[in-house]
């Protein structure tokens, strides 16, 4: 158990437009979810906190007008990528908290390329 | 600590050998640390854990070990085979404080035949 997904697994999109990408818990709750990017040859960094049924909260330096999270459910999260630019260009990662565990499960990622 | 290197150090071992990995972290109120182990775009998969009131853990082919003292984390790989080749990851985070995971900056283990 404690699978995660994520959709789609690598988009690619022109400068400019928005792109969403969604983290599901497949078999279990997650009231907390994270967005972590990743650059080439880099390690993960996080870029929020997402929880359900409230804001996200942004670590430092992440403009959060352009990484909208929205966590619906328990076990959907979304990250849009408004107005993307080639700079936006990363993997995208999410991980899931499960109720009751400290442990973190996460995503295969999501490779974006903006053109 | 935060993580902003540009260039992954890389740990090269022959097939049947033990690989050694290290990791230092920054925060010395940290108490929960994981290894991850990540392959070519996927994403990070759960290796081992340790809780700070212990220096030492042990699962199946890995050993943990926890130098709280100087800040120190490794990861043991016994008999290395070509499927552990990935970049391996430590993170630390302070349990019921937050959930919040800091990454390392990673290790490339390549193994050769």
């Known amino acids: 158990g404690a699978v995660v997904s994520q959709h789609p697994s690598w988009v690619i999109c022109k400068s400019g437009t928005s792109v969403k990408i969604e983290c599901r818990s497949l078999d279990f709750q997650a009231t907390t979810m994270f967005w972590y990017r990743q650059f080439p040859k880099q390690s993960l960094m996080l870029m929020a906190t997402s929880n359900e049924g409230s804001k996200a909260t942004y670590e430092q330096g992440v403009e959060k007008d352009k990484f909208l999270i929205n966590h619906a459910s328990l076990t959907l999260s979304t990250l849009t990528v408004t107005s993307a630019h080639p700079e936006d260009s990363s993997f995208y990662i999410c991980s899931a908290d499960k109720t009751g565990s400290y442990e973190q499960y996460f995503g295969p990622g999501t490779r974006l390329t903006v053109t | ?113």
């Not at chain 2, 097939?15 to 929960?32: K, V």
């Not at chain 2, 120190?72 to 499927?83: F, K, M």
């Open chain 2, 1 to 113: 600590g935060e993580s902003v290197g540009l260039h992954l150090p890389t740990l090269s071992v022959q097939e049947g050998d033990n690989s050694i990995i290290n990791c230092a972290y920054s925060n010395s109120a940290s108490d929960y640390f994981i290894w991850y182990k990540q392959e070519s775009g996927k994403g990070p998969q759960f290796i081992i854990d340790i809780r700070s009131n212990m220096d030492k853990r042990q699962g199946q082919r890995v050993t943990v070990l926890l130098n709280k003292t100087v800040k120190h984390l490794s990861l043991q790989i016994a008999a290395t085979q070509p499927g552990d080749s990935a970049v391996y990851f430590c993170a630390e985070n302070i349990l019921y404080n937050t959930d919040k995971l800091i990454f390392g900056t990673g290790t490339r283990l390549q193994v050769f035949p």
